[in-house]
């Protein structure tokens, strides 16, 4: 496998050879994909009317799904018929780049919440909690759009029973007062337990780049997506200035990068899915050795 690092060493690359290895990764993109859609829907056809809060981690997947699916689009070659121009091609690398971060940062989440950590309460008080946040999100919306009404809404209703599933929690109770308030008050689910015995309360809770980082990716693909990836994904001067000025073996480089790193984080969850679900577990080994030394290559390089 032929990593080409960013920007780097541009006179030495060989467009035709970057091509041949785009196209390679494409294939075993879509194979990624495949695998990926039957683990969810055999995992989801399995935890069917199951009420466990880890019923819930297929829908995440479904998202990461949703989104792989959107960039297998991007990727495609792109012309536009442009009035008196006639056909352009066409590509939007600060799109491509910013899909892609979305959907790392979707399986972080997955990573943070399902994967188990050394105490299995954690990952159902991260939940809890996450599930409080958004709850509380559209408990507020719903208000703000519409006003008080006579009725409490089918979220309201529910929001107690996620109060209980907090407090009830041995963990949670065994943090003190201030820990506890600070999680509860803030639903604050992106915390571990290391995160929560810093002595300053701003480190309890870490950024979504963290949560990144804590799903095991290598320091320069994290490097990628969080400094060079957001010179084009924010519409500041540089970003605006960098996406006006790629060339064509720029384009192609930026391309080959985010073919690659879609492989790369696609089989990332496709190894923790197979972790987590039996269902997805038995799809995996079901595969050829074939199969699965793809997979494997795209973990080793991507991931510690």
Do not use: C
């Given at each position: 496998m032929r990593v080409i690092i960013i920007n780097t060493f541009l006179h030495l690359?060989?467009?035709?050879?970057?091509?041949?290895?785009?196209?390679?990764?494409?294939?075993?993109?879509?194979?990624?994909?495949?695998?990926?859609y039957t683990q969810i829907e055999n995992t989801n056809a399995a935890l069917v009317g199951n009420p466990n809060w880890w019923a819930f981690a297929p829908k995440v997947c479904q998202k990461f799904f949703n989104q792989a699916i959107t960039l297998k689009a991007l990727f495609a070659n792109k012309v536009l018929e442009v009035g008196e121009y006639g056909p352009k091609p066409f590509e939007d690398v600060s799109t491509i780049y910013t899909t892609l971060r979305m959907q790392f940062?979707?399986?972080?989440?997955?990573?943070h919440l399902f994967v188990p950590t050394t105490n299995w309460?954690?990952?159902?008080?991260?939940?809890?909690?996450?599930?409080?946040?958004?709850?509380?999100t559209k408990i507020a919306f719903r208000l703000k759009l519409?006003?008080?009404?006579?009725?409490?809404?089918?979220?309201?209703?529910?929001?107690?029973?996620?109060?209980?599933?907090?407090?009830?929690?041995?963990?949670?109770?065994?943090?003190?007062?201030?820990?506890?308030?600070?999680?509860?008050?803030?639903?604050a689910w992106r915390f571990s337990e290391q995160s929560l015995r810093e002595i300053n309360s701003n480190k309890w809770q870490f950024s979504y780049e963290q949560l990144v980082k804590n799903a095991g990716i290598k320091d320069e693909i994290y490097g990628n997506l969080y400094s060079h990836f957001s010179m084009h994904t924010h519409p500041g001067y540089i970003g605006v200035?960098?996406?006006?000025?790629?060339?064509?073996t720029e384009?192609?480089?930026?391309?080959?990068v985010s073919v690659l790193y879609s492989c790369f984080v696609t089989s990332f969850m496709i190894s923790d899915l197979s972790k987590r679900f039996a269902q997805s577990r038995e799809h995996y080994e079901s595969l050829s050795d074939n199969h699965k030394d793809v997979i494997q290559s795209f973990l080793k390089a991507g991931r510690n």
């Open positions: 690359i060989r467009p035709a050879v970057l091509k041949e290895d785009i196209e390679q990764h494409l294939k075993n993109y879509d194979f990624l994909i495949n695998v990926l940062e979707t399986h972080g989440l997955f990573f309460e954690v990952n159902i008080l991260r939940f809890r909690l996450w599930e409080l946040d958004g709850i509380r519409n006003g008080p009404t006579k009725d409490p809404s089918l979220d309201e209703l529910y929001l107690p029973r996620v109060v209980k599933s907090i407090t009830d929690l041995a963990y949670y109770n065994i943090l003190d007062e201030k820990r506890r308030k600070f999680l509860f008050d803030r639903a200035v960098q996406s006006m000025s790629l060339d064509s384009l192609l480089i930026a391309k080959y």
